[in-house]
């Protein structure tokens, strides 16, 4: 019997990838192939202001 690791953000769909820069371990709902990030920190990054 395996233990299946459940999203760190809905907490109801199986885990499959784990986000570069927190470390989530989220569902394919909740992670963005592109950026490599769970949907939490593509918005955090998103929504912050550019560097200077």
Sequence with gaps: ???QTLC?????????YQCTRCGALVCAA???KETGLCTDCATAIRDSPPDR
């Design 8 to 16: 760190q953000i809905c907490e109801s769909a199986p885990a499959e």
């Design 1 to 3: 019997m395996s233990v």
């Design 30 to 32: 909740h992670y963005d």
